[in-house]
């Protein structure tokens, strides 16, 4: 899952070499933490944080058939 955010992402910015997706994981979810060059958080987020929420239905879609756990993408300022 951390190569298919990184895989999404990665094209989307100027800095790719910043990219940097950690997996926090508990007993019931799972937790992508996803951190990106401070000058490409607008591109990520996207206007009205529409980038944002096709990434997370991307992932939600893909774990939700892969995993039992929910499973979240947290953006990091």
């Given at each position: 899952?951390?190569?298919?955010?990184?895989?999404?992402?990665?094209?989307?910015v100027d800095y790719p070499d910043k990219v940097q997706v950690e997996k926090e994981?508990?007993?019931?979810?799972?937790?992508?933490?996803?951190?990106?060059?401070?000058?490409?958080?607008?591109?990520?987020?996207?206007?009205?944080?529409?980038?944002?929420?096709?990434?997370?239905?991307?992932?939600?879609?893909?774990?939700?058939?892969?995993?039992?756990?929910?499973?979240?993408?947290?953006?990091?300022?």
């Amino acid at each position: 899952m951390k190569q298919l955010i990184e895989a999404i992402v990665k094209p989307l910015v100027d800095y790719p070499d910043k990219v940097q997706v950690e997996k926090e994981e508990n007993v019931n979810r799972i937790v992508y933490k996803l951190s990106v060059h401070p000058e490409d958080m607008g591109k990520v987020i996207g206007k009205q944080g529409r980038v944002a929420k096709a990434i997370r239905t991307i992932v939600y879609s893909a774990a939700g058939s892969h995993q039992k756990k929910k499973t979240y993408v947290d953006i990091q300022d």
